[in-house]
Structures are given as structure tokens and as C-alpha cells.
């Protein structure tokens, strides 16, 4: 019996080994950190960026004191031209030192929620924009 029960917790903690989730198809990341990153988007982002990511009306002409609206994240707008880092840097860090007003989330959000945060924006873009931004260095 106890040779049986140890064989048994032995199959149930080995059965996880060496196996991790697989990557969304041709993205970086995975589904389970996409479903993550829509709730800390929803609660983080959404008020200003949209809950689809979508940016507000206008985003691309500035307003009278000279700041852009939100922009999308979805792949409408330019964050396809940045760089894996430097969407890091700026989610963490915000636009401020860059002159624009987003505030970061570096008290908020660890490294691994803003990556969170990243994949699931970045699941709402095409694939050819997906494609665009690995071809311009992404991932480097």
C-alpha cells in the first residue's frame, strides 16, 4: 500500500516535469499570460487606453496644451516600432520622462504582470503587424 501511494506521488509530480505552456502560435508569449494581462489591463490601462486596447478618438492630434489622448495598443498605432524593452520601459517608467503624461506602473505591476500586460495588447494585433515589429527587432 505504501509503496503504491509513494508510485503514485512520484507519476503525479513527475507528470509536470520539463513541460511548460506552449506559446501562442508564432508569438512570444502564452494564452494563460494573455488572460492574465486583460485583467491587469482592464484595471490598470483600459480607463485611458480602452478595453480593447482601442486608444481614444483623435489620438493622433494633439490636444491644446500640445500632449496626445492615449494612442491604441492594438497594432493601429506606433507601439509595434518599439522593441520588447522598451515597451517594458515605458509601461514601467510611463511617457513622463519622454515628455508625455502617462504615469508608470513600476509600483503596480512586477516585470512578470507587464509582460502580462504587453501579450495581451499585443494579442490584438494582426499578424502582419506582429510580423513587422519581429522583423524590426522585437524581441532584441
Known sequence: MRSTLMMLIGVVLLSGCGESEPKVEGRWYTQTQV???QKLFLA???ECHGAAA???ANW???KADGTYPPPPLNGRAHAWHHPLKGLQRSVQLGGVPMGGTM?????????????AVISYFQSKWPAL????????????
Open 54 to 56: 482601442q486608444g481614444t
Open 129 to 140: 503587424t506582429y510580423q513587422a515589429w519581429l522583423d524590426r527587432g522585437g524581441l532584441n
Open 44 to 46: 490598470n490601462c483600459a
Open 103 to 115: 504615469p508608470g506602473f513600476a509600483d503596480k505591476l512586477s516585470d512578470a504582470d507587464t509582460d
Open 60 to 62: 493622433n492630434t494633439p
Open 35 to 37: 488572460d492574465s494581462g
